[in-house]
């Protein structure tokens, strides 16, 4: 059952990362409901379709139509998504005054070991697994 979960959210993430969204796979159905209506009308085939409404003649086609800009608007992937990005440069004044910094080896140890002071580990209740 995890398999299944990890599949189903790795091909969300991998579906968004696309830019699809959960409402373009609901409009599929008017996109091909338009794409029919656009070979019939127009004689247009899937490429030209494509073409006129997500393509380079896509805004002669808005121009020309006015009266399919609803149906247009109904049509899966006319989200627009923006990335924005913003990078900070920021100057550190360096002052030569300070120097660098002094770096001291130490040959001291802090680790050391305690024995235990509990009395369930003196009565032998508490004792490190064996090899048997």
């Given at each position: 059952m995890s398999k299944v979960i990890s599949i189903s959210i790795s091909f969300l993430i991998?579906?968004?990362?696309?830019?699809?969204?959960?409402?373009?796979i609901a409009q599929i159905d008017n996109f091909i409901e338009h794409a029919k209506?656009?070979?019939e009308q127009y004689g247009d085939n899937v490429l030209v379709f494509?073409?006129?409404h997500y393509g380079e003649l896509k805004a002669e086609h808005d121009r020309?139509?006015?009266?399919?800009?609803?149906?247009?608007?109904?049509?899966p992937f006319q989200h627009h998504c923006h990335l924005t990005s913003v990078v900070v440069y920021t100057a550190n004044s360096f002052n030569p005054e300070l120097g660098s910094p002094l770096f001291s080896e130490s040959n001291s140890s802090n680790f050391h070991y305690q024995a235990p002071s509990s009395s369930l580990h003196a009565?032998?209740?508490l004792q490190p697994p064996r090899q048997s």
């Open positions: 991998l579906l968004q990362s696309f830019g699809l969204h959960t409402d373009d209506f656009h070979s494509i073409s006129k020309e139509h006015q009266e399919e800009k609803e149906e247009h608007e109904q049509l009565m032998g209740l």
